[in-house]
């Protein structure tokens, strides 16, 4: 069913309308709009009137984009700067702007349903899994295991909340917007660490083995973290890692310069400026205090666990079968009732298995090979002509869920070079690759194009049956003998396979037994 949620919370206002499939929510549409009630209220205690105005207003358009994208129904949640004492006819107003109950979730109910949309976006072993969720107003904590949660509590250290502890400090010509004091800043610091301590020893408790970060200032952290470090990342951050010590140096950087001079750091956007650096504090504490050595980003959270909650299901898929749900969707999207991918894929398949031996790769790199071959097509949907350029860019901008950033780079290099003769070391996924991984990606390239192929004629005609050594070279067992077209696009299509594994491949009928 197409459901919409408005989360109504203390950085912004966003719209997610969604699909929701079971345990898999297809965004349709996403809106949003900064407007830090969070920090008007830890300035005036209560929402100031004009603010609230403007509120009222956001959430009337919101709820109409919502109607008119097709949403059957709408939920609307608010959080912490909506809990505030007096907030309660703004509450009322919000309610009727959105033509539903506005629910007020409290601090573990905000936790336990970021924690929710946060696992059933990301592939983590199913053990105990910390769930961090930084706001505007607070900064949710939850500790599970994959759909069973085992405790949850909300902190008040959101980062437009704390952006109002601290002043400017003075530069040669007089105060610098955003450059916080010295003194301000260690006693920020101080203030994280004693609200954090009560939440310590429970966490530890649980021992958690891997922790997920969510948010938008998680996310555009993320970012900055990568570009810091030269990395290359997909357009969506999601699964990917964030070192504390690099979190640490950004938050250095971060807390260093005033706001403008933030906004001109690499990946900072100019509406986060404002506060990314107290963001960029809490969270280096949190994780650091709170989590294992294992760090990943989420891009789904609260928005995603409230649709799941009320219109799904909240059983979380182990990882690869949210990815095979992924592809699947993907590609049906894309590429239709086509049979081409699947039977290159299952051709993929087979060759991956019968020359094991030869390259060694293991059942990771089989599992990437047969999605690549899944969606290698899909660019043909939008023209035949450059179609792997297309394909590529499907790729990287549908926000797949359970691939992290290297993986992602593997299905992109593939999809983007199955039609060419090898890789250009200059495509950045591919460079951002270390060197096994570029090695495992061009053996499985060559993998690739070969069973691409033996279908060449799109008419499944024949099919792998197996291979063999044959003296010096590949013998491709097959159902039926391969046509004229099929026989030449193997022979000019080896080549690759040929450097890779030094194999020169034969085609021929198995013999009927």
């Known amino acids: 069913m197409r459901a919409a949620v408005l989360d109504l919370g203390s950085n912004s206002f966003h719209l997610l309308v969604a699909d929701v499939d079971g345990s898999t929510v297809h965004p349709v549409r996403r809106q949003r709009e900064m407007l830090h009630l969070g920090r008007a209220v830890a300035h005036h205690g209560t929402v100031p009137v004009d603010l609230a105005v ?67 976006g990301v592939d983590v ?16 904590l939850a500790v599970g295991s994959g759909e069973r949660i085992l405790w949850a509590t909300s902190l008040p250290l959101g980062a437009s909340r704390l952006s109002a502890m601290v002043g400017d400090a003075e530069g040669p010509d007089g105060p610098v917007a955003g450059l916080v004091p010295a003194a301000d800043l260690e006693r920020l610091r101080t203030h994280v660490h004693d609200t954090l301590a009560p939440a310590v020893d429970v966490v530890r408790s649980h021992a958690p083995a891997t922790a997920v970060a969510v948010g938008g200032t998680v996310r555009a952290l993320a970012r900055l973290v990568a570009l810091r470090a030269g990395r290359w990342l997909p357009a969506t951050v999601n699964q990917a890692p964030l070192a504390r010590d690099e979190l ?70 182990a990882g690869r079968t949210l990815r095979e749900r992924q592809v699947d969707w993907l590609q049906h999207t894309f590429s239709g009732d086509d049979p081409h991918p699947t039977h290159v894929a299952a051709t993929a398949r087979r060759l991956f298995d019968a020359t094991a031996a030869v390259h060694g790769h293991d059942d990771d790199a089989r599992e990437l090979l047969g999605h ?9 949907a939008l023209a035949l002509r ?32 199955h039609p060419s003769r090898g890789i250009s070391r200059r495509f950045p996924p591919f460079a951002a ?51 004229a077209p099929t026989a030449r696009a193997v022979q000019d299509r080896s080549a690759l396979f040929d ?11 198995r013999d009927a037994a």
């Open 125 to 140: 072993a199913d053990e105990p899994t910390l769930v961090l969720d930084l706001g505007g107003g607070s900064l949710e």
């Open 248 to 317: 640490a140096d950004a938050t250095a950087a971060l807390t260093a310069v005033g706001t403008d001079a933030r906004a001109e750091l690499p990946g900072v956007k100019s509406r986060r400026a404002d506060h990314l650096h107290v963001a960029a504090l809490v969270l280096s504490t949190a994780l650091e205090r709170l989590a294992g050595p294992d760090v990943r980003v989420s891009d789904w959270g609260l928005r995603e666990g409230v649709l799941l909650h009320r219109f799904g299901r909240t059983l979380v898929p």
């Open 386 to 417: 450059r179609q792997q350029e297309h394909g590529a860019y499907l790729l990287e901008h549908a926000e797949l869920r359970g691939f992290d950033p290297d993986e992602l780079a593997v299905l992109l290099t593939l999809v983007r070079f």
């Open 372 to 380: 690549a071959a899944s969606l290698h097509a899909i660019g043909t």
């Open 499 to 509: 450097r890779r594994f030094a194999l020169p491949l034969r085609l021929r009928v």
């Open 54 to 120: 403007r509120a009222v207003a956001t959430v009337e358009r919101l709820a109409e984009l919502a109607r008119r994208s097709g949403a059957e129904t709408v939920v609307a949640v608010g959080t912490e700067a909506l809990r505030a004492p007096g907030a309660g006819d703004l509450v009322a107003r919000l309610s009727d702007a959105a033509g539903t109950p506005l629910e007020l979730l409290d601090g573990e109910e905000e936790a336990r349903l970021a924690y929710l949309g946060a696992r059933a």
């Open 433 to 483: 690759l270390d060197a096994t991984g570029r090695a495992r990606t061009t053996d499985l390239l060559a993998l690739l194009q070969v069973a691409d192929a033996l279908d060449t004629t799109h008419d499944q005609q024949v099919t792998l049956l197996g291979a063999r050594r044959s003296g010096a070279g590949l013998e491709l067992e097959l159902s039926a003998p391969a046509s």
